[in-house]
């Protein structure tokens, strides 16, 4: 059966918005390996619509950085996936081509917002996906749906022909099976590209290398504000467990205290939004996008009713959000703040970061929710707790399998989230390496298909 | 500028305001709707306001990198045709719109 046959067959979550044909690869690296691409990663062949109505259709004239790099790598693109309306949700239930069902359970969410690319990768449908994390977009679904998911550090990975959402937070990721797939393709992704202004300049480490040598005298900092009762049991004592396995890997804990934590998704939820207000406003009904059927006497008419009709709810509301922190009046007392609250939550890390090689603690607080039970935003928000901060500090995080809840009646992941420095990519990744050698929950998969 | 202190409780006059601003066409129900998560939204936001920033200079963006610029020389672009394609209205190379200047009176 060929890929593009197996993925028809068996996406019977709603993963992919399209399935493509297949193309015979390049020699690379990558060579044959079957990825998906997050609908909001511009490409040539098929549609770019981040799952909204308002780029229905949408044809792009040019590829995202990514997709060359990969293509060039040898990869199969193999379709893109569904994801919450311009990457704004954390269940992908906000995607206006329905919601993606979790394969560990089809009753609940897969996370979001790249849950389509989550679960591309759980259910075996691909080898590993491409996805966007502006605040957990990549590290929440991974960790609800029990595969690897890795957000480099800000600039490390060219944003060039992602669709903006956030622009000083967004950072394009892999979803994979392993750690060692996560470094292989993020190597091939990764490098400076003159085509983002914000692309990280200077020699990228290479991820590949060292990834299997172990690292001697590891100290990991364990935030008191990352266990307890915010959480499940059963995350709070996977995630001991996962402690447990480091220190007989020979590792040190350090207790750390980040008091800004709390504050976090408060200061997430003015900056994602500020820069989200401004970057949506392109979507004006003229030049591309959905565009009112309604007669307009003028302009604005013509603007508000396209975006009106084009947006779905939550992206409105974060668009108003954004607009009323940014508005005269209320700039210094939201926006002002938020960002001297950035700067203070960077001080934060830097300072964790003296005393240990890696912040360690759960993903989520909890295991993936059943679809439609969170109808307020703010509990939708609450979800991205533990890696918001990360984004807005801009440094690299992943999130892998580090254990299973039988809490709610079905065999649900628990994510094991591990943050490091800015540019210290490659000792995350073996510091993840080291868990993932030592543990097999990362082999499990959900059973459905064979 | 006058800068107000953060407040939780938005009316229906700043909700159509801020729809205003963000031209986005909106309906009574939906003004209501608005009010009412928008609330909830910066009642969680406003834990904010007990962190001490005195003295703190704001963080635009986590780089804080110097732009870096790519060479000034000539490459392709994008075709009329191409620009176009995505356009829901056009009347012959143009994007159309609604009338855009008034009668002269």
Request: proline fraction near 5%; charge should be negative; aromatic fraction near 8%.
């Amino acid at each position: 059966m060929s890929t593009t046959q197996h993925i028809k067959k068996n996406d019977i979550y709603n993963a992919f918005h399209e399935i493509w044909e297949t193309e015979e690869p390049s020699d690379g690296v990558l060579h044959g390996l079957c990825i998906a691409i997050k609908d909001n990663i511009v490409t040539k062949k098929g549609t770019t619509t981040c799952g909204s109505k308002m780029l229905k259709g949408y044809n792009s004239p040019f590829n995202a950085t990514v997709v060359d790099r990969l293509e060039n790598a040898g990869a199969v693109l193999v379709g893109k996936t569904n994801c919450d309306e311009f990457a704004m949700g954390s269940s992908t239930e906000h995607c206006a081509w329905g919601p993606v069902k979790n394969p560990w359970d089809t009753n609940r969410v897969p996370g979001g917002s790249s849950g389509g690319s989550a679960v591309a990768v759980a259910a075996n449908l691909c080898d590993a996906a491409l996805g966007s994390d502006t605040g957990g977009s990549i590290r929440q679904p991974a960790a609800l749906c029990g595969v690897v998911g890795y957000k480099p550090t800000y600039g490390n990975v060219s944003r060039y022909g992602l669709v903006a959402f956030a622009s000083s937070l967004d950072q394009i990721g892999t979803f994979t099976h392993s750690v060692e797939d996560a470094a292989k393709i993020t190597q091939c992704i990764s490098g400076y590209d003159e085509l983002d202004s914000t692309s990280y300049p200077e020699t990228h480490p290479d991820l590949c290398e060292n990834l299997k040598n172990p690292i001697k005298h590891l100290r990991i900092g364990v935030p008191s504000q990352y266990i307890g009762s915010n959480n499940e049991t059963a995350v709070n004592d996977a995630i001991q467990d996962a402690i447990d396995t480091y220190k007989k890997l020979g590792a040190s804990i350090v207790e750390l205290e980040l008091p800004l934590t709390d504050v976090g998704i408060s200061t997430y939820y003015v900056l994602a939004p500020a820069e989200a207000s401004s970057n949506l406003a392109r979507y004006d009904g003229i030049r591309y996008g959905h565009r009112t059927d309604e007669l307009c006497s003028d302009l604005f008419e013509l603007y508000s009713k396209s975006r009106a009709e084009g947006f779905g709810d939550e992206v409105k509301r974060r668009i108003m959000l954004g607009t009323y922190v940014l508005s005269s009046g209320y700039y210094e007392a939201y926006y002002n703040n938020a960002l001297k609250i950035r700067r203070l939550i960077c001080e934060e890390y830097k300072t964790a970061f003296e005393s240990c090689d890696v912040i360690l603690g759960p993903t989520t607080p909890t295991v993936a929710f059943p679809l439609g039970s969170t109808a307020d935003p703010v509990s939708m928000y609450l979800n991205d707790v533990y890696t918001a901060n990360t984004n807005i500090a801009g440094i690299c995080g992943i999130s892998i399998p580090c254990g299973f809840s039988e809490e709610h009646g079905s065999r649900l992941p628990i994510g094991l989230h591990l943050q490091c420095a800015w540019h210290e990519d490659a000792k995350l990744l073996r510091i993840a390496q080291m868990f993932e050698s030592a543990t097999t929950f990362h082999t499990e998969r959900p059973g459905v298909i064979a | 500028m006058n800068e107000n202190q953060p407040q939780t409780e938005l009316t229906d006059d700043e909700i159509r305001h801020v729809a205003h601003l963000a031209r986005l066409a909106i309906t009574v129900s939906e003004v209501s709707k608005a009010k009412k998560d928008l609330t909830a939204i910066f009642t969680h936001i406003s834990r904010s306001s007990a962190v001490d920033t005195d003295g703190v200079q704001p963080l635009d963006h986590p780089t804080e990198l110097l732009n870096h610029l790519r060479e000034d020389t000539c490459s392709d672009s994008l075709s009329q045709q191409q620009v176009l394609a995505n356009a829901p209205v056009i009347k012959d190379v143009y994007f159309a719109v609604p009338k855009v200047l008034g009668e002269s009176t």
